[in-house]
């Protein structure tokens, strides 16, 4: 007696042709370049929302196309969205207010000894 899964051994559910896998391969590397020059800016506030909206993006495209989300049942697609809409929220949320703990930082030049 076997149990049918559905699938034929190596049988792939999604077969997604090349040029779409480069497409989101170059569209992930082109989103890093552009992360890491935002590092290098100084935007305040705005640092923090263009960091996590890059990374959004990025998470976004791994869910849909490596994840095979946009063949998905869409009852999976929204809860998956939604836990990572939450997620994404509370942590921007939270390391919006950094800046107004940096005056209780102490930082002691290299070399000192703190006694």
Not at 39 to 63: D, F, P, Q, R, Y
Not at 77 to 90: D, E, H
Not at 91 to 109: C, E, G, Q, R, W
């Amino acid at each position: 007696m076997s149990s049918h899964s559905g699938h034929d051994d190596g049988e792939f559910a999604h077969p997604m042709p090349i040029w779409m896998l480069l497409a989101v391969f170059f569209a992930l590397t082109a989103l890093t370049f552009i992360t890491v020059f935002q590092a290098s800016l100084h935007l305040g506030n705005w640092e923090i929302w263009i960091a996590m909206t890059i990374a959004s993006v990025k998470a976004t495209l791994v869910m849909a196309f490596f994840m095979h989300m946009l063949w998905d049942k869409p009852f999976n697609i929204l809860m998956f969205l939604s836990s990572f809409l939450f997620v994404t929220l509370f942590v921007s949320f939270l390391l919006m207010d950094t800046h107004a703990y940096n005056h209780n930082v102490i930082v002691k030049p290299v070399g000192e000894v703190v006694q």
